[in-house]
């Protein structure tokens, strides 16, 4: 196998992937809307290896030229909150079943799609609800394709522990919707790692759940941080309904005004956490790829020095 197709290969998790896949020497292909904005992906690669390709997931008709020639597809494509060009079911449900549809014509030989753990076509939550419908429109096309679903990933570019510890260099308050929800924060390097292992060993059908080695709730990992960073602050506990009401509110004005207006919380998102993000114990996991995950508390010191007080 060469030549990988990534989707989303200039993103948090896509650049780890583009980089592992690399090293290993394959050929790799990535789709982007911005493709000046991922030429740091280059240096990943010796000259020639990394391509970068001006694209949209949602260009159904370009897909074929996209993936042209591709012995493997990756979808890393998501969004965490809905633009007037880009819903939830575009562009999780719509284009990645396109995506799927697509490779299997082409006869590509392996097919990866990444969703979310919690994703489920009945769950209250647009986002969830949408990696839900989206894993399963994936497996109608492409009956054999690998679904890896990863709790919150921490890395250097994470959004979660960034933006916390951004809001904590500048207000005396944190707010914690869900303080009490637990997650399985995963290594976004051991999920690049579980993907190109999978790519190496051309597995197909595959369904993985990739959770760290730790359970940690919400305020446990504000908590953490805050002491990472050796930074006091007050955590407000925001109990889900007025917390509903504030993202609620937050949707409405998106709707009326559009993106303007920045999405600083959504309604999608609150649902998203008021179910625990944990790895079921039925699914296949970490251990079942023969991958030891890295632990939050080594990783995180890098990932928020520069926050660190004195
Ligand atoms: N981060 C987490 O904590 C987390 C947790 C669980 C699951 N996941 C899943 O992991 C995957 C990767 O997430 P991430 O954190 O790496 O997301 P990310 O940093 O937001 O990256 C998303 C990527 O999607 C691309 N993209 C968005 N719209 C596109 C479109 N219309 N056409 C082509 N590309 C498009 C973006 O590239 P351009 O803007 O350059 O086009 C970007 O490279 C997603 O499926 C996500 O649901 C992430």
Redesign the pocket.
């Known amino acids: 196998m060469n030549l990988v197709t990534i989707?989303?290969?200039?993103?948090?998790?896509?650049r780890y992937l583009v980089r592992q896949l690399a090293s290993k020497g394959y050929f790799i292909r990535v789709?982007?809307?911005?493709p000046n904005?991922?030429l740091f992906l280059r240096v990943y690669g010796k000259v020639g290896q990394i391509q970068l390709f001006r694209?949209?997931?949602?260009e159904e008709q370009k897909l074929g030229d996209y993936i042209r020639e591709s012995d493997c597809v990756i979808?890393?494509?998501?969004?965490?909150f809905e633009t007037r060009s880009?819903s939830f079911n575009n562009?999780h449900v719509n284009?990645a079943r396109n995506l799927a549809r697509e490779a299997k014509k082409q006869g590509v030989n392996q097919f990866i799609h990444?969703?979310?753990?919690g994703a489920s076509s009945k769950s209250s939550s647009l986002l969830l609800k949408s990696?839900g419908a989206g894993e399963e429109a994936v497996l109608d096309c492409f009956t054999d394709a690998n679904i890896i679903?990863?709790?919150?990933?921490?890395g250097n570019?994470?959004?979660?522990f960034n933006r916390f510890a951004k809001l904590s260099s500048i207000s005396p308050f944190i707010p914690v919707i869900g303080s009490s929800t637990k997650f399985q924060p995963v290594y976004v390097d051991d999920?690049a790692k579980a993907v190109t292992l999978l790519v190496e060993s051309d597995q197909r059908k595959r369904y993985i759940e990739l959770g760290g080695d730790e359970i940690y709730t919400f305020k446990e990992l504000i908590d953490m941080l805050l002491s990472e960073i050796k930074r006091k602050r007050i955590i407000l506990k925001i109990p889900f309904l007025p917390a509903r009401i504030i993202a609620a509110t937050n949707d409405f004005f998106r709707l009326v005004l559009g993106d303007i207006v920045p999405a600083f919380l959504t309604l999608a998102q609150v649902k998203s956490l008021e179910n625990d993000n944990v790895v079921e114990l039925k699914t296949e996991k970490f251990s079942d790829l023969g991958i030891v995950p890295k632990k939050l508390k080594i990783i995180l010191p890098n990932i928020v020095n520069r926050f660190k007080r004195g």
Do not use: M, W, Y
């Not at 989707?7 to 896509?14: A, D, I, Q």
């Not at 789709?31 to 911005?34: E, N, S, Y």
């Not at 979808?75 to 965490?80: H, L, P, S, Y």
């Open positions: 989707f989303g290969g200039s993103g948090f998790l896509g789709i982007t809307r911005h904005e991922a694209g949209d997931i949602k979808n890393c494509v998501a969004t965490f880009q562009l284009a990444i969703s979310s753990l990696k679903r990863p709790s919150l990933i921490f570019e994470d959004t979660f999920v």
